[in-house]
Each structure stands twice: as C-alpha cells, then as structure tokens.
C-alpha cells in the first residue's frame, strides 16, 4: 500500500515537472533534488505506519501501571517499586516487540529515527554511561536494579519518539496519562477524606505508591497535563473532566503534606506562568476561550479550595467565622493511615514549616557526608546503584546522619538525586547530566522561537510537559524521583515528546532520519525473534524475582515478630530461587548465630560483607562469630578496619567491650562502654550498653567488698597472729 502511494506521487511529480529535468540525474532518473524530495514523501508515508491504535496502548499501559500496582501487594508486604518495575521492563519488550513486528508487516525502508541529534546523543551517552559503570560497581545487583529500569525507560524514550513522527498522536499519549494521575488522585482524596485502607499505606494518603512522596512526585509530573489539555480542548464537556480532574490531583498534592511536592508545584506555577504571558497562548486560541470555558476554570479554582479545606468532619475553613460551623473540630489521628485529618489548610502548612528545619539539617548533613565520598571517586564515582554500598562508610565523615539511630538502619538513597547520580558516576557522569539538560533547553528554545513549525496546539502540549519537567527537576534536588521506576519512565516520555516536537519544528526539508535497516531477510527474522525471546526472558526473570521478593518480605515479617525459623526457612528459599541478591542472607545468617552454629553463619556473614563492605549489621554479626569462635586477629583486624573509616557507632564500642570482658579486663569495658554511651545506636544497643554497665560496675562492687572483707580478714588474722607471737615471746621471757 506504502510503496503504492509513493509510485502515484511520483506520477504526479513527473506531471507537474512535465519532463525530467536537464540537472544531474540518479539511476532512478530522477535529480538528486527530486529523489531527496520523494525520500521525504516516502518518509512521510511511514510516519503514518504506526496505528494510532498502537500509542493508545502505549499510553493507556503507562498510565494503568501506577493505577494497577497494588496488585502486586504480598500478605508479608507492599513493594510497588518492584511490582511496577517490573511491569514497565517487559511492556517495554513487548511494545518494541510489536513495533518491529509493524515495520516487518507494513515492508518498511528500516526504522527511521527523526533526526534530533543533540537530544538523541545526549540521552544515549547518559544510559550508555550508566552501563559502562556497571564494570567498577562493588554491588552488581544494586547497580543492575537501576540499569534495568533506566533499560526500560530509554526503550520507551524511542518507541515513544519513533511514534510520534505523526504529530497527532501526541494528545492520545498525553491523554492517557492525564486519565491515570485522575484516577490516582480519586484514590488519595477517598484515602484522605473517607480513610479508604484496601492499599497498604505509610502515611495517608498516599494512593497506589505505599509512600506520599511517590505519590506526589507522580502527581507532580502528571496534574499539569490537564491543564494543557484543557487550553487546548474544544468540548465544554473535556473541559469541565480537565479542569475537575486537575482540581482533584492538586487536593490530593496538598493532602500528601510533603514540602518537596509543594515547593516543586510552585516552581511548576512560576514557570507556567512565565510562559503563558511570553507566549500568550490565552490570545491565540480565542475559539477557546469562550463563557463557558471561563466557567470551567472557575470551577476547577473553586474545587481545589473546597477540597483542600476538607476533612472527614466537614469544611474546615480559615475564616473564623466559617469555622464555627463545624461545631468546633478538633484534630484527630487517621487510624489507618496517620496522617493528621480535620484540620485546616492553614495548619497543615504552619506544620510543615514546623518539621522543615529539621528534614533540611538531615539532609544537609547527608550530602556533605556524600561529598566526602565524591572527593574518593570524584572521576569515574562508585558505579550507578552503589551510593548506599559506600555511604555507610562516610556518614559520619562530616557529621553524624541523624537519620542513622542504630547499626541496622541505612539509607537507600541520598535525598537528592543529583547528589546521588554524582557520586554513583562522578564528574563524566555530571558532565553528561549536563549535557541532557543543556539539550532538553536547546530543545524547548526551538519549539517555541520564531522559526518553529510546530502548531499552536502542539505547542501548549511540549509547554505543560516542560513544566512537568521543570516541576520533577526541582524535586530532585531534595528528593529521589528518578529512582522510581514509573515517575522515569513518564519523564522519558516527556523527553521523547519534546524531541518529536523538535523535529517536528524543523521546516520540511530540514526534516531527516537516522535509518537503520537490515537488509538480510534471515536477519530480519533473527532480529525479531531475539526480541521477543528476550521479553519471555524477562517475564519469565520477573516472575521469579516476584515469587523471591515475597518470601523475603516474609522472612522480614517474621523476623521482626521473633518467629526466628520461619523467617529463616523463608529466607533461605528466597535466596535459593534469586540468589543474586545477597541481603536475604542476614536472616539466615542471624538464625545460625542465635543457635551457635557459628561455623555456618560465618560464611553467610562474609560473603555478605563482601557485597556490603560497610554496612554496620552486617559487621557487627561478623565480628560477633569471630568472637564467639575465638578469632581474636579477625575480630581486632574487622574493628581496627571499622574505626579507621572513621565510624563511631556504639555497637562497635559494644562489641570491643565484651571483647574486653572475656580477656578478665573489666575496667577497660568500662570505659569503652562509658564512651559508647553518646554515640549513635539503636535503643536496643543503646539498653544493652546500660545494662552490661550496671552489671559491670555491680560486678566490680560485689569484687571491692569481697577485697575488702578479705583485707579486714587479713588484718584480723595478721592481728591474732601478732598477739599470740607476742604472748608466746612474753611466756618465753617470763620463763
């Protein structure tokens, strides 16, 4: 059919040209003018290969994977990171499968990627970057985590981008993602207001994501979109669905109570606003703008103030005289997800001002304890994934981590995503963060300068999602969205739509693609049947991932429990099926040691610390079997090692302690113990420090009354003695 269409525009080129021309001819006959323009006809025609069919389903599963995640709640735990990770991994498979299969079915000239070298080549060198890195990683499984999800992202960077050289086909894209945060805000404002629980929740609310930071980060990305779509809809009834549906992702924004969100959606007003009034998008869609569209607006400012001033007990306004209506409401704990409900929006912002002080001390203090690690892999960094294998060696090396209260907490991520991408990929990884930035800018400077071609439409939709980029960039500065696998992939999409809008505002013909195309039919088919093999791998990787991650979350739920043999046999059947990752060993391990099989939980603990060469839990079980077992080098060797990296945990103080008691040197464990008492430690080590104290010193006294009693024995019989030398030397005198 393609081919077809091209030969009957051939036709009517050689009409209109009358004869061929007298310029330099091809073997087509045709001058390299005409065969460059006809190239772009034929390129035009395989825009349209792709069925719009196909980019609702791609948008549709983007959005349905955050809506669906709780799906993959366990009895023993919640993990939608895992859940959605591994959703988008094989959908990504499967997507590009199906394209492949397009492109084969339609006999297209190969894939024709649009030509938008500076932003394709910088999000290219980024990820490749990230998988060089794997090489000097210590923690392969760590960094292969955030390989794979940054994997399936840049796959659907290009089928998104390969899809939207029909420049239609960004509103389904955008639609659907609209569609799911709509449907993601009802949940949190249910969760918030009517205390729905069917989602396993830290804090309330905190809708499909367990966590309200993610929810938030999520919500970040994705309001805005309906703000777009409503600039741009024609239907009253779309733009009553746009402006009530952004209305409810913003109340359930404002619910969530977490700054970062806050601060990002202000940063995301200040910049929409700033490109409202420089491009003026009001004027020129006047056919927009009528009564009843000003209405909707109104409606969404009017709906977004009623919810954020609701609770469960009514309307909660800051006018007094409103608030005496509600009989005098009192705050109150949610008792299923905690947050703190029936209070006004006055009080929820006068506490997050209280709590703000705090969380930035913390987190200035992690990242100057990061820089240290930076200074000592300031170049190639410690390999992507690996910023929590190394951070417990430096977080005390500026200060102590305040968020660190025991040798068994660490933290996952650095609460900053920059501050982590750096020390995971050091300055050429910084420099190439860079570089992405520097071409996302470029990107928006095309679209929107006096030469873009793109339409005004089109436009508003490359602006709401530059905001949204906007919006995720500043939060990253104080928390981790680009950690978590959804919130990535949309901002790849955005990505992908500004690199198509880019291309799409080139004139026609500067428009051109980078081609590749496999010539062998045989290739053709090996090509196609290695995608799809590698997405049943991938399944068939994720299923078995699934089914181990629940038996670690069983283990873990058991374990806190004190059921010490079933979080021990469920561990060790996690590990068996995945044993790739090493953390479900400490429970195995721990259940050796507490039933003295300490020739068997000494291999565990060492290969653990192999993988984790500074984490305190693991240290402290392994000085402990060395301990136990009499390995007095080891055990001085592994505490000697643990102070010299500058830690000063009390469980290492703890354990020297005892280490002291054994060698019959009392006075020395107490003062170690003495000096453990100010150091960061969890209160059980912190309980075990205080009592081991008391017994020593009830020891000591016990020992200084039995001296003592012993002293006055002593004198007593020194005494007797002396007095019956004395009457014997008198009876001798005497006689």
Known sequence: MIRILIQKQYKMAAKKKGKHSSKQTTKTGLSKKEESSNLTLEHSKVISEIPPAYVWSLGSFIALVAVFAPIGQTP????????????LQVGALVFLSVYLYLMYRNKSPGILIPRVSFLLF????FYLWMVVSLFWAHNFYEAIVKVLDWGAAIIIFFVVLLSLRDRRLIFPMVFCLYCGSVLISLLGVGQYLLSIDWVPQHISPAATF?????????????????????INSRNIKASWFYSLGSAFALASLFYGRTRGSWFSFIVEIIVFAILLIYLKYGLAHKYQWQMPKIIAALGF????????????KFFVSTVPILEKNTGGIEQETNPVGGAVQG?????????????YAATKQQRIIMWKNSF???KDHWLLG???????????????????DPALRGESLFHINAHSDYVEFISELGLVGMFLMLWVTGAVLLGIFYVFSKKSKLREEDQVMVMVCFVALMGIASNASVSFPLQQPITIAITMIYVAILTAATWHAFSPNEQSFYRWRISSPTLNVVVASSAVLATIAMLALQIIWYQSDTLHFKAVSNYRSGNYKTAFESAQESYENFPIRKRTMYHIGDYYYRNKKYDKALPIFEEMREHYPYRRQILNALAGVYLETGRIEEFESLMNNWIEDGSQSASIHLTKAIAKIRENNSAEALRILESAKNLPGSQQTKERIETLTQKLYNAMEVAEAERLKARHKAKRRAKY???????????????
Do not use: C, H
Not at 76 to 87: E, Q, T, V
Not at 210 to 230: A, C, D, P, R, S
Not at 721 to 735: I, S, V
């Open 76 to 87: 023993f735990g919640y993990n939608p990171d895992l859940y959605m990770a591994s959703m």
């Open 122 to 125: 910088s999000v290219a060198a």
């Open 210 to 230: 367990g966590n309200k930071n993610m929810n938030g980060e999520f919500l970040i990305l994705t309001w805005v979109l309906g703000v777009g779509l409503f």
């Open 301 to 312: 400012v009017l709906l977004t103030f009623a919810l954020i001033n609701t609770t469960p």
């Open 343 to 355: 209070e006004s929006s006055a009080d929820v912002v006068k506490k997050a001002k209280e709590t």
């Open 372 to 374: 240290n690690l930076l």
């Open 382 to 400: 410690v390999g992507i994934g690996n910023w929590m294998v190394y951070y417990p060696k430096y977080q005390e090396s500026y200060a102590v």
């Open 721 to 735: 003695l002396a007095e019956r030398r004395a009457e014997k030397a008198a009876r001798k005198k005497a006689n």
